[in-house]
């Protein structure tokens, strides 16, 4: 069973960054590909990015392509989702997910773990 906990959102002006992080625990974390989610107010979960078990090879949404950049310290059971130019619409609860197949990144449902999210507002 792996616990993960997200932390780092908070209260933004467009154009602004953050940094999130998800720390995990009670698993062999190197052994999970780790993934971004986010759900805007009224809206579904959408995938933001995913990292490989290693993190030589990063994946991303269009929309965020070019602005977040998402990283991992395995020596620190930790993945990171640095957010820059942050946008009103990035607007979303945020979420990390892990993964131990890695056949669908951008399918929540290919997740086996979640955390409970993290408040991200960005106010134009």
């Known amino acids: 069973q792996v616990q993960l ?11 602004d960054s953050l940094r999130l992080s998800c720390a995990a625990s009670g698993g062999t974390f190197s052994s999970y590909i780790m993934g971004w989610f986010r759900r805007a ?3 579904e979960r959408e995938y933001v990015a995913a990292i490989s078990w290693s993190g030589a090879s990063t994946y991303y949404a269009d929309s ?3 602005r977040f950049t998402i990283s991992r310290d395995n020596a ?7 957010m820059n ?6 607007t979303a609860v945020y979420s990390c997910g892990a993964d131990r197949r890695g056949n ?8 086996d773990y979640w955390g409970q999210g993290t408040q991200v507002t960005v106010s134009s």
Do not use: F, I, M
Not at 5 to 15: F, H, I, T
């Open 41 to 43: 107010p009224g809206k």
């Open 85 to 90: 130019s942050l946008k009103p619409e990035d």
């Open 5 to 15: 906990v997200e932390s780092g959102g908070g209260a933004v002006q467009a154009g």
């Open 64 to 66: 965020v392509k070019g």
């Open 104 to 111: 669908n990144l951008r399918r929540e449902y290919e997740y």
């Open 76 to 82: 620190k059971n930790t993945v990171y989702l640095l």
